[in-house]
């Protein structure tokens, strides 16, 4: 993103509502002492961007946010930036760091490869639970019959992996463009998917395991 300094001024600062890029807590920033930098239009010498440096009003984490908003509030930009958060927990290492690399590809507006991480992401789902098929959409079908899962959300796989192969191959259209939001809904539904693969069963794990609590108690 390129902002230009032909007419700024630096007197005066903005209000920044963000996510942590570090520890994931949504507020409105801290000053660090400076005040901001603001581009004006030449013409009516309206504002046009707000630059500045700011903190994570979070006292555990306290981490360096740099930001470009525009006159109205809007966080465009952040470095580090903003990535969606989600839940590790149980996830296997080798399904984890497929999605965590199509979080980051997101979070850096490399959507493609972003859509190619979360594929790659369902094939490791695949051989972790050790389905078999010659290719993925076979390899689903038979996740199918190995997990307990909404059929929802096995059908919402198969969508996954058609985007992901139109990211992969030219030849392959069934999406007309991959852009922000078709990959900020196939990361959600992701999620949905991880949850429903890995975390389901330990969370209600972790329910028995307070029930039997209660009844050693009475
Ligand atoms: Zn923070």
Known sequence: ?????????????????TRCPHCGHFGTFELVGLNDVYTLDSLNSQ????????KCPNEKCKGHLFFISDNNRNVLMTSPSETIPFDRENIPAKVLNAFEEAIKCHSNSCFIASANMIRKTLEEICIERG???????????????KILIPQEL???????RLLGNDAAHIEAQTYSEIGKEEIEVSLDFAKEILKAVYQYDNLLQRLRKLKDKTNNAT
Request: charged share 15%.
């Open 131 to 145: 389905a078999s098929g010659a290719n993925l959409f076979n390899k689903l079908q038979d996740l199918g019959g």
């Open 154 to 160: 096995l059908s919402g796989m198969n969508e996954l």
């Open 47 to 54: 504002i046009i961007n707000y630059l500045g440096v700011r």
């Open 1 to 17: 993103m390129k902002i230009t300094f032909t007419n700024f001024k630096h007197d005066r600062v903005t209000n920044v509502a």
